[in-house]
């Protein structure tokens, strides 16, 4: 079907000849038997009533004037005791129907007047039914077709505006989790800068009059350091979002993760904490990403899940890591309806060269697993 409206002009070609082809056929092989009139009406006619219809969508109503016309004329021009061919019938309808089914505004209604008159004076004036209910039929199986491609049409520009909208919606929110996260960066460095600015500054003076190279290079790393501190606030205003203040609550941490299971469980879902490994210092933009990936995940679980049981893996190794967040609940299938979560999710696990995996496991449930580097940590 979808290659017949792609390519609607040769499909209506095509039918176009077959039915003329139809015709002309009955036409030949009865004209003399049951056909009593002259082929030379015969023929013209259908020919006037068939090969037009390749234009049936492109100007339908145009179409069954055309074919109305012919109807007409090959009524008019036979004798009364002539009869049609039977085979014209499907060309009638198929113009009715077309004019119905392809046409807007008041076309629909005047194809449907010009073939009842058609009609009448095909069949006499003193027999309506015949008419209306053949060219009638016809015409209300197009406006019933036109109606529900016009709905499928709706549909299909809505999924469409649905789409972009929830890609747009995609792009704002990792858009926002990236100013979260450089609003926390911000933080962060500033703290370590500052202390590398306070400890230069601290040397410098313990050196006094001793070592005046030295003490010019202590002077120069205070000098940069407060540029850059002062740089990095310019920055955090652009980022910030208007009257928004900063943040006095401390850095997040895994090592508030118990506070932070604590109130998934006050809202009622049973939630198990587990910690593998031997506790890492982590560098603080990894802490804080882990520490906010976990926050979304059972932040998701409380929106999603219903009612669950849900379990917190903290695994440190080696070189890396790892947060998983596992629930047994009934929540969306492919992650669809957990909101933007997890595109922060996976801004913040790009941003620190890890990898984030999040779906359905096996058991039913729904789970969230990063793996972040542990990078060069701060003691």
Not at 37 to 60: D, I, K, N, Q
Not at 228 to 238: K, P
Not at 244 to 252: G, H, I, K, N
Request: proline letters at 4%; zero cysteines; a negative charge.
């Amino acid at each position: 079907m979808r290659t017949l409206r792609e390519h609607a002009f040769a499909s209506d070609t095509a039918l176009a000849s077959l039915i003329a082809a139809f015709v002309l056929l009955d036409v030949v092989s009865l004209n003399g038997d049951y056909l009593t009139g002259s082929r030379w009406v015969y023929v013209p006619a259908a020919v006037f009533m068939t090969l037009p219809l390749a234009w049936r969508r492109r100007t339908p109503l145009l179409v069954l004037l055309v074919v109305m016309g012919a109807l007409v004329a090959q009524s008019l021009l036979l004798p009364s005791s002539a009869p049609s061919p039977d085979s014209e019938l499907v060309a009638w309808l198929v113009a009715v129907y077309s004019v119905s089914a392809h046409s807007a505004r008041r076309r629909p209604y005047v194809g449907a007047a010009a073939s009842l008159v058609a009609g009448e004076v095909w069949i006499g004036f003193d027999d309506l039914f015949l008419p209306i209910v053949a060219f009638g039929g016809a015409w209300v199986a197009g406006r019933l077709v036109q109606k529900r491609q016009l709905y499928a049409t709706a549909l299909e520009e809505r999924a469409r505006v649905l789409e972009r909208e929830q890609a747009a919606n995609a792009r704002i929110a990792a858009a926002e989790e990236r100013v979260r996260i450089a609003r926390e960066l911000h933080d962060v460095v500033g703290h370590s800068v500052s202390v590398m600015v306070v400890q230069a500054g601290a040397e410098r003076l313990a050196l006094g009059q001793e070592r005046p190279s030295t003490r010019e290079a202590l002077l120069a790393i205070e000098r940069t350091g407060r540029e850059a501190i002062a740089e990095m606030s310019r920055l955090l205003g652009l980022l910030r979002r208007e009257n928004e203040e900063l943040s006095l609550a401390p850095r997040p941490s895994l090592a508030d993760v118990e506070a932070l299971v604590q109130t998934i469980r006050d809202v009622g879902i049973p939630v198990d904490l587990v910690v593998e490994g031997e506790r890492a210092a982590l560098t603080p933009g990894v802490d804080v990403s882990a520490y906010r990936i976990l926050q979304e995940a059972l932040t998701n679980v409380v929106k999603h899940a219903g009612h669950a049981r849900a379990s917190v893996v903290i695994r440190y190794g080696a070189r890396s890591v790892e947060v998983e967040v596992a629930d047994d609940g009934q929540g969306p299938v492919d992650g669809n309806g957990l909101g933007y979560g997890l595109a922060g999710m996976r801004e913040r696990v790009e941003l620190h060269g890890g990898t984030l995996d999040a779906g359905r496991d096996s058991a039913g449930g729904f789970r969230v697993r990063a793996e972040l580097p542990l990078g060069a940590a701060t003691h």
